[in-house]
């Protein structure tokens, strides 16, 4: 599984933003999704993550209500939509893909960058 991550780029806070994740293979639609970011500095840590069949969707408190994590299996996509966004969510994002909810994630995209400025 190859995943393309895309759609970053320089934001004002208050704007949005909607990364988009594209895999190539043909197991991705019975894979868990997952985003995750890491700002200069910082360790990476998660933002949200999906099921295979779009349920069990959860987010980390610091994007809860901001950020929508969906996925297009037809279109072998994951996307996160970021709204009211701030400043503290610039970071380079990335998507990474696993075979369960229970297993760790094994294939991951380049990232994209997302810039906030206040």
């Known amino acids: 599984v190859q995943l393309q991550a895309s759609g970053g780029g320089l934001v004002q806070a208050g704007g949005s933003l909607r990364l988009s994740c594209a895999a190539s293979?043909?197991?991705?639609?019975?894979?868990?999704l997952g985003w995750f970011r890491q700002a200069p500095g910082k360790e990476r840590e998660f933002v949200a993550r999906?099921?295979?069949?779009?349920?069990?969707?959860y987010y980390a408190e610091y994007v809860k209500g901001r950020f929508t994590i969906s996925r297009d299996n037809a279109k072998n996509t994951v996307y996160l939509q970021m709204n009211s966004l701030k400043a503290e969510d610039t970071a380079v994002y990335y998507c990474?893909?696993?075979?369960?909810?229970?297993?760790?994630?094994?294939?991951w995209g380049q990232g994209t960058l997302v810039t906030v400025s206040s």
């Open positions: 990474g893909a696993r075979y369960s909810e229970n297993a760790r994630y094994e294939y």
């Open positions: 293979g043909r197991t991705f639609s019975s894979m868990a």
């Open positions: 999906i099921r295979w069949n779009g349920g069990g969707i």
